[in-house]
């Protein structure tokens, strides 16, 4: 199948070389894009010295519509799978084959699941996870081991509708909102590496936000959407 990886990126100047060239080596047969988040950094200057292909966002559009222009470029290039790849270093190449395997399998959408063969540790940001882990299967009879992960594949089927529709971020709420509809969700599992380099923007303060978000969105929201 014809496959596309997204890579969103913003202020990834010390990541996102090492992450394409890995990319490239491990799977030359796949296409990927870098989705430049209109960066403050060299992002962009890394991206046009090594010819990468690229899109230059004018405007910081966050996380979720980077990965959405992401999405339009697959549409429009009639990829069969769009892969979902973060710029930052955490996620590893060998892994992709299994996404694409799961899609190639039947799934909808196949998350990369770092609990899979191994049990959820019980620090603050896991005990998060946990949470809405616990709230998914409430309210979807489903139990996603990992909703937090990024690193996710999803199938033709969808790539239109994540591309052009509002309210399609690449988070735990919409895993919640596509299996109420009936998507067949699957997870492989996979190992992280630590930010090598750079900061996440999930600090204390912004992960309770982001908690609360989700779980409000998994338990009231969702259930309006048509």
């Not at 009879?141 to 309210?167: C, Q």
């Not at 996979?190 to 303060?205: F, H, K, P």
Request: overall charge neutral; charged content about 25%; glycine content about 6%.
């Amino acid at each position: 199948m014809k496959t596309l990886i997204i890579i969103p990126a913003y202020n990834e100047e010390e990541n996102i070389e090492r992450v394409v060239n890995m990319l490239v080596t491990s799977y030359p047969q796949y296409d990927y894009v870098v989705v430049n988040d209109c960066s403050k950094d060299n992002t962009k200057f890394i991206c046009e010295k090594n010819n990468y292909n690229f899109i230059d966002l004018p405007v910081n559009l966050g996380l979720a519509g980077a990965v959405q222009a992401g999405y339009k470029y697959a549409y429009h290039h009639n990829y069969d799978i769009a892969i979902q790849y973060d710029g930052d270093g955490q996620h590893r190449p060998e892994y992709i084959e299994d996404l694409v395997h799961g899609i190639e399998s039947g799934a909808d959408i196949v998350i990369g699941s770092r609990f899979v063969n191994s049990k959820k540790p019980w620090n603050a940001r896991m005990i998060g996870s946990r949470i809405i882990t616990f709230v998914t299967k409430l309210t979807t009879g489903v139990e996603v081991k990992d909703p937090t992960s990024g690193m996710r594949a999803i199938s033709n089927k969808l790539i239109k509708e994540f591309a052009f529709n509002m309210n399609y971020p690449p988070e735990p709420d919409t895993i919640a909102y596509q299996l109420k509809k009936g998507a067949v969700i699957k997870e492989v599992h996979v190992e992280m590496d630590e930010r090598i380099a750079g900061e996440s923007y999930l600090n204390i303060t912004n992960s309770i936000k982001y908690m609360s978000r989700m779980l409000i969105s998994i338990l009231f929201i969702q259930n309006f959407r048509k």
